[in-house]
């Protein structure tokens, strides 16, 4: 998908450029989680279950500038799918990077049949989460729970 300058890519193959600016990313999104490594993005990028996006703007010489994980899956009640770790870098933010990352997985999502999508966002992310209400998509009242393994 192109527009406004804004490339959003399916990654198919890691590169050296991807490792580097995920790690930077992923700082940006949350100051707990490890870095990934090769073998990570790989795994991810082989996975026939999530769909990872880079953006890219073209007035950056196509730096890859934010990212995204769509994750579909099959249950009983039908096709879901969910997007995971939107995040752009802090430089990029305000042109429109995390609305046409979204919009792509949102894209994909519908076009794989999903039912519905489905994201969290901290709510001290107020900038995203507008973003995702301006998306169309509704704060709905439910309980997360988690249970952490490690």
């Known amino acids: 998908m192109k527009a406004n300058g804004i490339v ?13 600016v995920m790690a930077q990313l992923l700082a940006q999104l949350s100051s707990t989680a490890a870095a ?6 790989e795994e ?5 279950s999530s769909i990872f996006l880079v953006a890219r703007l073209a007035s950056r010489d196509d730096a890859i ?11 009983p ?6 997007i995971e770790d939107v995040v752009v870098d802090e430089s990029a933010r305000g042109h429109g990077v995390g609305a046409a990352l979204v919009s792509e997985a949102v894209r994909l999502a ?3 049949g999903a039912l519905h999508v489905n994201l969290t966002s901290r709510s001290s992310r107020e900038a995203a989460n507008r973003l995702y209400t301006r998306a169309g998509f509704v704060k709905r009242e439910t309980n997360v729970y988690r249970l952490n393994l490690r």
């Open 8 to 20: 959003v890519d399916h990654v198919s193959e890691v590169t050296d450029e991807l490792v580097e």
């Open 110 to 112: 519908r076009e794989w």
């Open 77 to 82: 009640s039908g096709p879901h799918a969910v």
């Open 36 to 41: 990934l490594g090769r073998a990570d993005l």
């Open 65 to 75: 500038v934010g990212m995204t994980t769509l994750i579909t899956y099959r249950i």
């Open 44 to 48: 991810i990028v082989a996975s026939p």
